[in-house]
């Protein structure tokens, strides 16, 4: 009795912890006037339609939007062939690109911001929009990589094997088997790195943070000049992305085998 | 279809695109930064061409050294939060059912992927005088007025902690998750209480799990580049946010390159004696 009462104590602890600022945030967001105070005075939904009428904070949305589309799409057409190659084939060096792949990643953000920046700069790029796309491109590309992996790991060798006795040739299993078998780890993958290219702040900034807005800049930008509701909104926007997006791959994939649980049966 | 070794340059085929993006826009860009580095600054651009080592010089002064103590102490004290609290709630959350998993796992998720900025701001609203949590403790009668409780030490590491605390339980969960239960029930058949088990048999068996995720940890936590900014006054700047400051305000791109190349080796260091000591574990 109370081992069940101490654990459903710790848990709501940790919830607690977790989920106060952002209650906080969606309070103050639903300010009626334009304060920062928490419990809200009023209630008004107007700086969520704020996102999308001012057209500083639309055009903010539209370059984070465009950057996390373009920039995951590259992400995913680096990561599958290399994920598909060291699954088909045997060429240990080759591992040397899938290291390369995880780098960003594990390295602190601000480093690899840096290196970006030092690049455009050097080149002459600095500034451009495309330059951001690439470099978060390759920042992301650890996301649909691990999850390509782990795809390419669950196939049953067997299967393709049974494809290529009866005469099917590489490209053929891989449109008729590989793919259909990887589909939910790329899309996993693809809305993975979505969600944290939206969020990301310090490539972004370091690449075209003196030439434009994405949403994220424009909230630390806000910050630094003083409050307006609209930062809450759209943190709270942000907040019901993520947990749409990774609902939605908890819903029609398996998550808890996405986060590594090896044995997604049983349990 | 077995894995075979390549045979012609067409096998090869599928790395070209991977392998030339890798390398233009990563290994290109991190040889510039170090190469930049060792250059002179230039207020009117970026950089002048050189090789001078002044950069690296100047972090044999007492003001550098004073950043780097404080950024590995608060990234030390971030990575023992987190792994106190988070070890054993991944560990009462593996046991629960897989509908709860899955709904912590999202929610899990869906902080983690928090831009920084706005869990900068997120907590900077909870302690806030106007809007700040010290509202309900005078509601609850615990204090006459509302304070603001930022910029300060506790509110820094508060935010790195809940920065931090979501990636250190899905680091851990993979690891709990797999535990074998017939550790436990041992145990437990043995006549140790569940408590008494958890930390004689769940926590020793799992100790270079809990040193390679304290280091894991230890690395995020030296990434924050914005709270110690929002939350904290500047002699709480860490590494991360010196480095961001130089290369971006400051207008020294080759003062800000060294130190990032010196946060990399730190950062490599690490994640080597983590690879080491996750080696150690397979190996038993």
């Given amino acids: 009795m109370t081992a069940t009462f101490l654990r459903r104590l710790y848990f709501t602890v940790v919830a607690l912890f977790l989920a106060a600022p952002l209650i906080v945030v969606a309070g103050v967001s639903v300010n009626a006037r334009q304060e920062l105070t928490f419990p809200p005075k009023g209630f008004s939904l107007a700086w969520y339609g704020q996102i999308f009428a001012d057209p500083e904070w639309r055009l903010a949305l539209i370059h984070s939007v465009t950057l996390a589309v373009c920039s995951v799409a590259i992400a995913v057409a680096i990561a599958l062939p290399l994920a598909w190659f060291l699954w088909r084939r045997i060429a240990p060096w080759a591992n040397i690109f899938q290291v390369l792949g995880l780098a960003p990643f594990i390295l602190p953000p601000v480093i690899t911001a840096l290196g970006f920046l030092t690049f455009w700069a050097t080149v002459g790029l600095f500034g451009q929009f495309f330059t951001a796309i690439i470099s978060h491109a390759i920042f992301f590309v650890t996301l649909p990589l691990v999850t390509l992996s782990l795809g390419f790991a669950s196939i049953d060798r067997s299967l393709v094997e049974a494809a290529a006795t009866m005469g099917a040739d590489d490209r053929a299993v891989l449109k008729t088997v590989v793919l259909p078998l990887i589909l939910p780890y790329l899309v996993s993958g693809y809305a993975f790195a979505f969600v944290l290219s939206l969020n990301e702040y310090i490539v972004a900034y370091m690449t075209i943070g003196f030439t434009t807005e994405t949403l994220p800049i424009k909230i630390f930008n806000a910050l630094r000049y003083g409050y307006t509701p609209t930062m809450a909104s759209v943190s709270v926007f942000f907040v019901a992305v993520a947990a749409l997006v990774f609902g939605s791959i908890a819903r029609f994939g398996d998550i808890r085998r996405l986060l590594g649980a090896m044995s997604s049966e049983g349990n | ?269 690490l994640v080597g004696l983590m690879l080491l000591v996750g080696r150690k574990e397979n190996a038993l």
């Fill in chain 2, 1 to 269: 279809m077995r894995r075979e070794v390549p045979k012609s340059f067409a096998d090869y085929t599928p790395l070209l695109f991977p392998g030339l993006m890798l390398v233009v826009f990563f290994v290109v860009p991190f040889s510039t930064m170090i190469a930049v580095s060792f250059f002179k600054r230039n207020p009117a651009g970026f950089y002048t061409p050189d090789f001078v080592v002044d950069n690296y010089a100047r972090f044999l002064t007492t003001f550098f050294a004073g950043v780097l103590g404080f950024s590995l102490m608060l990234a030390v004290l971030v990575a023992v939060c987190c792994v106190c609290i988070a070890f054993p709630f991944t560990y009462l959350l593996t046991k629960r059912s897989r509908r709860v998993q899955t709904l912590w796992l999202v929610g899990l998720l869906s902080v983690l992927s928090l831009s920084e900025v706005i869990i900068g701001f997120a907590w900077s609203t909870l302690f806030s005088q106007t809007a700040g949590i010290t509202n309900l403790f005078v509601a609850l009668g615990l204090m006459d007025k509302p304070v603001a409780l930022l910029p300060t030490f506790g509110a820094v590491l508060a935010g790195m902690v809940y920065q931090a605390l979501p990636y250190t339980i899905l680091v851990l969960y993979p690891a709990l998750v797999r535990l074998d239960p017939t550790l436990l029930e041992a145990a437990r058949t043995l006549g140790a209480s569940p408590v008494k088990a958890f930390f004689n048999v769940v926590t020793p068996a799992l100790r270079n799990t809990i040193v390679a995720t304290l280091i894991m940890v230890f690395v995020f936590a030296l990434g924050s580049y914005l709270l110690p900014q929002i939350l904290g006054r500047p002699r709480h700047w860490t590494l991360s946010v010196l480095i961001t400051d130089q290369a971006i305000y400051q207008s020294n791109m080759p003062f800000g390159a060294a130190m990032a190349v010196f946060l990399v080796l730190i950062s490599l260091a």
